[in-house]
């Protein structure tokens, strides 16, 4: 019977074309699930690790002048050059939503809040996709300015006490 089992084992391999299983251990560490976490105090990290999350080259967020405010990618006329190009069209073209350029992979131009975010990308995303990027984003940067002015509430009422205490406080 093991003869008879052998000769149908290889007839199906090569009628069915079955590769040898014998790699698949190789290669089953890189198809396990592993979590990135995007915790970050900074936004840069925040954006190299919103980047690995997505799967996508590059981000740049600038305001409607060109200033930019985050980016992965360190070349600053690339921020500026999105921004142009998203007020050019939308001088051509009103209540514009998204810009999707096939170029070199995908580049990506989205205005929210005052802002626009440029994203290069090596396959086109979803107008969800690329909403669920900007709303990380924004989450974050918003977290940050909460935390920034909750510091500087923070120290003006420690000063305000100290002054208190040390009788400095101004009389009225």
């Known amino acids: 019977m093991t003869l008879f089992t052998k000769f149908f084992t290889k007839l199906s391999t090569k009628i069915l074309n079955i590769e040898d299983r014998r790699q698949e251990t190789a290669i089953s560490g890189l198809l396990e699930y592993k979590p990135i976490f995007i915790h970050s105090s900074d936004l840069t990290d925040f954006l190299q690790?919103?980047?690995?999350?997505?799967?996508i080259n590059d981000v740049i967020i600038t305001?409607?002048?060109g200033v930019v405010?985050?980016?992965?990618?360190?070349?600053i006329k690339e921020g500026f050059k999105s921004a142009a190009m998203y007020n050019y069209v939308n001088s051509e073209i009103k209540d514009l939503s998204i810009i999707l350029i096939e170029a070199n992979g995908w580049q990506i131009?989205?205005?929210?809040?005052?802002?626009?975010?440029?994203?290069?990308?090596n396959d086109?995303?979803?107008?969800i996709e690329v909403l669920t990027i900007v709303k990380e984003i924004e989450n974050f940067i918003n977290c940050i300015f909460l935390n920034y002015i909750?510091?500087?509430?923070?120290?003006?009422k420690l000063l305000q006490l100290f002054l208190e205490k040390a009788g400095l406080e101004k009389q009225h």
């Not at 690790?49 to 799967?55: A, C, F, P, T, V």
């Not at 985050?70 to 070349?75: A, I, L, V, Y």
């Not at 909750?150 to 003006?156: D, F, Q």
């Open 49 to 55: 690790k919103l980047r690995l999350k997505h799967l």
């Open 63 to 65: 305001d409607l002048d």
């Open 69 to 75: 405010i985050g980016s992965t990618n360190k070349d």
């Open 109 to 121: 131009i989205f205005k929210n809040q005052e802002k626009v975010y440029f994203i290069k990308a």
């Open 124 to 127: 086109g995303l979803s107008r």
């Open 150 to 156: 909750n510091v500087n509430i923070l120290w003006a």
